[in-house]
T-cell receptor, first 113, second 115 residues
């Protein structure tokens, strides 16, 4: 079964808008939560990651918000650009399990110019 | 620096044929992962090697699938016999565990179509 549930499946946003993708997990042993970005015909690439000792991490226009009590985390893409059009995967793992990642189903983001 | 290299990039074969997918991890990485990506099931971990030893193959769908890592710079994923439901993109990824940052480096994938 999918250990990480991701929504929405797809979203369309206007250039300059905010894209928000949500993920939820059940396994409280998870202690590493990365987001991967995948362009068509390419493999996923790490975008940003967070550990549960912080509630938010920001890198440029990308921000992860983490809610440990709710077992949820989300990716916010601020000032979305056409070059951000891609599929985004949330994932989770626990360091005691050799960092085996469980991926969400993915969200296809389309940024309209 | 070269990333993870996979071959072939595309493979079209007929049901019942043997398929071999190849992967060269990033030099110095000692962990290697094979993933399968489909629209229906997303990214699924098939098998994970550490220091060339298979650690977890619980994701391998059935006996038709096998994977080997004869040395630190090469791994294969074999499907024999192949079936149409095996059609997917197969990704190889690698990283190192000392220190383990958790980041996986993916190849560009091998797109398999079984007719």
């Amino acid at each position: 079964q999918q250990q990480v549930k991701q929504s929405p499946q797809s979203l369309i946003v206007q250039k300059g808008g905010i894209s928000i993708i949500n993920c939820a997990y059940e396994n409280t042993a998870f202690d590493y939560f990365p987001w991967y970005q995948q362009f068509p015909g390419k493999g996923p690439a790490l975008l940003i990651a967070i550990r549960p000792d912080v509630s938010e991490k920001k890198e440029g226009r990308f921000t992860i918000s983490f809610n440990k009590s709710a077992k949820q985390f989300s990716l916010h893409i601020m000032d979305s650009q056409p070059g951000d059009s891609a599929t985004y995967f949330c994932a989770a793992s626990h360091t005691s399990n050799d960092y085996k990642l469980s991926f969400g189903a993915g969200t296809t983001v389309t940024v309209r110019a | 620096d070269a990333g993870v290299i996979q071959s072939p990039r595309h493979e079209v074969t007929e049901m019942g044929q043997e398929v071999t997918l190849r992967c060269k991890p990033i030099s110095g990485h000692n962990s290697l992962f094979w993933y399968r990506q489909t629209m229906m099931r997303g990214l699924e971990l098939l098998i994970y090697f550490n220091n060339n030893v298979p650690i977890d193959d619980s994701g391998m769908p059935e006996d038709r699938f096998s994977a080997k890592m004869p040395n630190a710079s090469f791994s294969t994923l074999k499907i024999q016999p192949s079936e149409p439901r095996d059609s997917a993109v197969y990704f190889c990824a690698s990283n190192w565990d000392l220190p383990n940052t958790g980041e996986l480096f993916f190849g560009e994938g091998s797109r398999l179509t079984v007719l």
